[in-house]
């Protein structure tokens, strides 16, 4: 079975919503943005999470995204 890292909802910032359960989050402790599938409260990691002091969280979601 394939173990996958979530995390609480609660914990970051959601700062876009990309349909079909799928966000793009900021934690505010680090600053850094990734993309998750929602399921409730839980977050499931879709890819890495990066940082840009250039750009907005948005931004950096946007990119991650692909759009």
Known sequence: ???TETISASSVE???DYGDDMI???HPKTGY???????????FPCGN??????KTPIEIADQIWGA
């Open 49 to 54: 999470l990066m940082k840009n002091p250039n």
């Open 33 to 43: 943005v990734g993309i998750y599938m929602q399921d409730e409260d839980v977050l």
């Open 1 to 3: 079975m394939l173990k």
């Open 24 to 26: 793009g989050a900021l």
């Open 14 to 16: 959601i700062i876009k």
